[in-house]
T-cell receptor
């Protein structure tokens, strides 16, 4: 069964304290892995697409990486405005369905 | 700014009411989705339309009725809802290619009294 697991469930960081979020997946043929940021009461905002092992993408303080089993979202020197829930989703081959993980709630303290 | 527009942003309805949620996108995407999201939970897929035809229905109760009038519009008709249906309803769209990123609207916050 296709599955996505994110850890940790919640993370509190001091401003400037770098860390990584994990997304482990089991899927029968990966079409793509996606990272989203979601602020409370808003729709998820697309961040990155990764679709082959070894691929990396960067945007400001965020860097996403992909292996055959997991993806990491590295946050370098985070700021309070990076506080949000970060969602990981995978799209399996032969389907138009996206399987979401339960997310990591990130809180960055000033 | 999101290019998927959802209306209304907030909706309060009684269990006997009939209402509709609307979604519009002008990115030329040919797949459109309805998701339901409860607090501190991930989005849960309800329906997928591909080329204006319903392609996925995740065993959603019939009190939710989707409609895709054209390639830019997606509606969700609501009737005889239950309080447990209160949630954030998200519309999304994507291109039908590999891989296809989902682009979400801001959501419609539904409260059923």
């Amino acid at each position: 069964e296709d599955q996505v697991t994110q850890s940790p469930e919640a993370l509190r960081l001091q401003e400037g304290e770098s860390s990584s979020l994990n997304c482990s997946y089991t899927v029968s043929g990966l079409r793509g892995l996606f990272w989203y940021r979601q602020d409370p009461g808003k729709g998820p905002e697309f961040l990155f697409t990764l679709y082959s092992a070894g691929e990396e993408k960067e945007k400001e303080r965020l860097k996403a990486t992909l292996t055959k089993k997991e993806s990491f979202l590295h946050i370098t020197a985070p700021k309070p405005e990076d506080s949000a829930t970060y969602l990981c989703a995978v799209q399996a081959e032969g389907t138009n369905k996206y399987i979401f993980g339960t997310g990591t709630r990130l809180k960055v303290l000033a | 700014d999101t290019e998927v527009t959802q209306t209304p942003k907030h909706l309060v309805m009684g269990m006997t009411n009939k209402k509709s949620l609307k979604c519009e996108q002008h990115m030329g995407h040919r797949a459109m989705y309805w998701y339901k999201q409860k607090a501190k939970k991930p989005p849960e897929l309800m329906f997928v339309y591909s080329y204006e035809k319903l392609s996925i229905n995740e065993s959603v109760p019939s009190r939710f009725s989707p409609e895709c009038p054209n390639s830019s519009l997606l509606n969700l008709h609501l009737h005889a809802l239950q309080p447990e249906d209160s949630a954030l309803y998200l519309c999304a769209s994507s291109q039908l290619r590999v891989p296809g990123e989902l682009f979400f609207g801001e959501g419609s916050r539904l409260t059923v009294l």
